[in-house]
């Protein structure tokens, strides 16, 4: 099976620091792909080389192969790449529908299109409104965003994503600061969104990872070290010392 994103030895420089050394992925459809590492092994730095946010040093990303690598952000996400943040990047004044209704709007090819009165884009609305639905927020569509609690936020930054009409999804942290029922929603939410789209997941709960994730990616030091399934990476001795620890 072909990868839908193709990453071929990505590196990125900031003066004489190397934050990402010759990285290369393929993440395939219907896949939850994980990349994990201590802080500052180059994930994030990674993934917004992958979204187009910042530029590459060198080397090629290929969207179902064709080369997005010089693409800017906007155009990638037309292209079908969402991407979520560490930090909750909510509209907070605004409802949940509205939070989605803008992304969907901002993602089209007139950039111009959020500035539009909300019953004049029937597509974007429609689109909100299938988001909300796939990311189980349907019944908080008309509530303010900012009294959601945090794991419905995150929830909503996904659903946010969604509504770009994605085919690839880079998740920052998306479990960061969750209890361990909004843990499990969002757990199955990525379940249920890898049927239909390729996940490109960051995160630090080891837990979570190793349950979710269909291959694992491990990083030190802006370098890959091993790429594999969960069970692989667990035996893994050079994992083990750099990253898990033995007891893991």
Same mark, same amino acid.
């Given at each position: 099976?072909s #990868?839908?994103?193709?990453?071929d030895?990505?590196?990125?420089?900031?003066g004489?620091?190397?934050?990402?050394?010759a990285? /290369?992925?393929?993440?395939h459809?219907?896949?939850?792909h =994980?990349?994990?590492g201590?802080?500052g092994a180059g994930? /994030?730095?990674?993934i917004?080389?992958?979204?187009?946010?910042?530029?590459?040093?060198s080397?090629? *990303?290929?969207?179902? %192969?064709?080369?997005? !690598? !010089?693409?800017?952000?906007?155009?990638?996400?037309?292209?079908?790449v969402? $991407?979520?943040?560490q @930090?909750?990047?909510?509209?907070? &004044?605004?409802s949940v529908h509205e939070?989605c $209704?803008l992304?969907?709007?901002a993602?089209t #090819?007139?950039?111009w299109?959020v500035?539009q009165a909300?019953?004049?884009?029937?597509?974007s609305?429609?689109a909100a409104?299938?988001?909300l639905a796939?990311?189980g927020? &349907?019944a908080d569509a %008309?509530?303010?965003?900012?009294t959601? /609690?945090?794991g #419905?936020?995150r929830?909503?930054?996904?659903?946010m994503?969604?509504? !770009?009409?994605p @085919?690839?999804?880079?998740?920052?942290?998306?479990l960061?600061?969750m209890g #361990?029922e &909004?843990?499990e929603?969002m757990?199955a939410?990525?379940? $249920?969104?890898?049927k239909?789209?390729?996940i490109?997941l960051v995160? +630090?709960?080891?837990?979570?990872?190793?349950?979710?994730?269909d291959r694992?990616?491990?990083?030190?030091?802006?370098?890959?070290?091993a790429t594999?399934?969960?069970?692989a990476?667990?035996?893994?001795?050079? *994992?083990?010392? =750099?990253?898990l620890?033995e007891g +893991?």
């Amino acid at each position: 099976m072909s #990868a839908l994103l193709s990453v071929d030895a990505l590196t990125r420089r900031f003066g004489g620091l190397v934050a990402v050394n010759a990285v /290369s992925i393929d993440l395939h459809r219907g896949e939850i792909h =994980a990349v994990i590492g201590t802080n500052g092994a180059g994930k /994030s730095t990674l993934i917004n080389m992958l979204s187009g946010e910042i530029a590459a040093s060198s080397g090629r *990303v290929a969207l179902d %192969g064709v080369d997005i !690598t !010089t693409r800017a952000q906007s155009r990638r996400a037309r292209d079908g790449v969402g $991407r979520s943040y560490q @930090r909750t990047t909510i509209f907070p &004044e605004f409802s949940v529908h509205e939070n989605c $209704r803008l992304s969907a709007q901002a993602a089209t #090819a007139r950039p111009w299109a959020v500035w539009q009165a909300s019953g004049s884009c029937a597509a974007s609305n429609a689109a909100a409104g299938e988001a909300l639905a796939a990311a189980g927020l &349907e019944a908080d569509a %008309g509530r303010i965003a900012g009294t959601l /609690s945090h794991g #419905a936020k995150r929830q909503l930054e996904v659903a946010m994503c969604l509504a !770009t009409k994605p @085919r690839v999804l880079l998740l920052d942290e998306p479990l960061a600061g969750m209890g #361990a029922e &909004e843990t499990e929603r969002m757990l199955a939410l990525l379940t $249920r969104l890898k049927k239909t789209h390729a996940i490109l997941l960051v995160e +630090h709960d080891m837990d979570a990872v190793f349950r979710i994730a269909d291959r694992i990616t491990v990083m030190v030091n802006g370098t890959v070290i091993a790429t594999g399934d969960p069970a692989a990476i667990r035996n893994n001795a050079d *994992v083990r010392t =750099a990253y898990l620890g033995e007891g +893991h």
